[in-house]
């Protein structure tokens, strides 16, 4: 899950690094959690950027300390399926295919899977199989880009 407290304590110490970050997510039990803190720039990521960055954050976390207990922190590229957690980051991708799930039901489902139409500070929308589905920006549990792979199995194209 997204964790926008996590998010904004890290940003200022990973964007003085010269990344944004895309993402940051908690998983597991209490007793091993893992911290997940997806990066991008755009020139793109290495895997020296992700160490670099790996280091920035762990100082900020062992200083801070906001999370009880162990936890294995990774950092890495979002990728081609990259999560949209931020407003800019569903304004970038209108006109793609998009997977989300909601928190509570929009229109009897709390999964989609459609073309990213339209985004608002509150709101984004979907085409789904011709079927248009409004949903609160609140309301999403977890959003990502949907590849479009064309060519071969390696390649991806953005195609609007």
Request: hydrophobic residues 35%.
């Given at each position: 899950m997204f964790d926008k407290g996590l998010c904004n304590l890290l940003?200022?110490?990973?964007?003085?690094l010269g990344f944004e970050i895309i993402a940051v997510e908690l998983t597991g039990p209490a007793n091993s959690t893992v911290?997940?803190?997806?990066?991008?720039?755009?020139?793109?990521?290495?895997?020296d950027d992700c160490a670099r960055v790996s280091a920035q954050i762990s100082a900020i976390l062992d200083v801070e300390d906001p999370i009880s207990?162990?936890?294995?922190?990774?950092?890495?590229?979002p990728g081609f399926d990259r999560p949209l957690c931020k407003v800019s980051h569903f304004e970038a991708v209108v006109g793609h295919r998009v997977k989300l799930q909601t928190r509570a039901q929009v229109s009897g489902r709390k999964r989609f899977t459609g073309t990213l139409t339209g985004v608002s500070d509150e709101f984004v929308s979907l085409d789904v199989d011709g079927e248009r589905h409004q949903v609160s920006i609140d309301n999403i549990l977890k959003a990502r880009l949907v590849p479009d792979y064309k060519g071969g199995a390696?390649?991806?194209?953005?195609?609007n």
């Open positions: 940003e200022p110490g990973v964007n003085a911290v997940r803190v997806y990066i991008d720039r755009p020139e793109g990521i290495t895997v207990g162990s936890f294995t922190l990774e950092v890495s590229s390696n390649q991806l194209t953005m195609t």
